[in-house]
């Protein structure tokens, strides 16, 4: 196993336990102390508990190297799982959105919403504390390995942690102000659905724009063009094309060189090109040069 994938593995089973731990503990304070949004805030602990293993799988198989059916790596299998816990944290979103709604709209038909009790409330800050310290965690190793999952799933972490501050303020209101504003606890269940939602959707466009083999960002690809040129005997640079595969770049490109250069000297320019390139963007990007000799009179667009 590779120091990256240890230390996903690492970060994100300490992700689990915490998750295992916080999902009974929430779902029986907030039956104890009849609170729908706490237990709502429990089954959202639930699904970061899957995500934690789907990012496990996943990021294990993005870790293998190349093989035959598979000659660019592995890499969009973290990619795919990005976008399946942004899925997940859709599914819960609109599950929180209609358990709220309903409650709510039994509130309107004359039903009785219990008040929670301080159990439940203490549960709430609990998970706050909690989750918001796995999510910066999380995040930090997210970004020190470029792991867009783990990214995603450290912001699935916060999440949770913002289901518990909706949690905290819907159960604080009602236990403060009583049983005519128990409403307060189902409304905090259809905010934090929102958020989540929109948390989830954020991370999902990048993945799924991915998966369809987008370009690199218009900046990126300035910084290939002006890599290339900036090496010795590098006319011209064409036929860009670029995407990513997991946290690998693929670039394609023809560079222009002199027509008078023996095949030695324009592969070692094609070779220099790539170092640069890779020196720029990471030893694991994946590069493929075509070498143009130069034609009089003739620019390329």
């Not at 093989?67 to 944290?89: C, N, P």
């Not at 998970?127 to 796995?134: A, D, F, G, P, T």
Request: hydrophobic residues 45%; proline residues 3%; negative net charge.
């Amino acid at each position: 196993m590779d120091s990256r994938e240890f230390r996903i593995r690492r970060i994100t089973l300490w992700g689990g336990v915490v998750n295992l731990i916080l999902t009974g503990g929430k779902i029986a304070a907030g039956v104890v102390g009849l609170s729908a949004a706490m237990v709502a805030d429990g089954i959202h602990s639930l699904s970061d508990l899957l995500s934690d293993i789907i990012v496990l799988i996943f990021t294990h198989i993005s870790s293998k190297e190349k093989d035959r059916s598979h000659s660019f790596g592995h890499g969009k299998f973290e990619t795919m799982a990005t976008l399946i816990v942004s899925v997940i944290l859709m599914v819960v979103g609109g599950r929180l959105m209609a358990s709220g709604v309903e409650s709510i709209l039994g509130v309107i038909n004359g039903k009785a919403i219990p008040e929670p009790g301080i159990v439940a409330l203490i549960a709430a800050a609990v998970s706050i504390l909690l989750k918001e310290l796995l999510y910066h965690m999380t995040a930090r190793v997210g970004k020190e390995v470029n792991s867009p999952v783990l990214i995603a799933n450290a912001w699935h972490h916060r999440s949770d942690a913002l289901s518990s501050i909706g949690s905290l303020v819907g159960i604080g209101g009602a236990i403060i102000l009583g049983n005519n504003w128990t409403i307060l606890d189902p409304i905090a269940s259809c905010c934090i659905s929102i958020a989540i939602i929109i948390i989830a959707v954020k991370m999902a466009l990048p993945s799924l724009s991915e998966l369809l083999e987008s370009s690199l960002p218009e900046d990126v690809e300035n910084k290939i063009v002006e890599t290339a040129l900036q090496i010795d005997g590098v006319i011209d640079i064409h036929e860009l094309k670029t995407r990513r595969n997991g946290i690998s770049y693929i670039i394609d490109a023809h560079i222009t060189v002199a027509s008078t250069l023996s095949i030695v000297q324009a592969h070692d320019i094609a070779n220099n090109v790539e170092d640069a390139l890779r020196t720029k963007f990471g030893s694991e990007t994946q590069i493929n040069i075509h070498m143009e000799p130069e034609t009089v009179g003739h620019k390329h667009p």
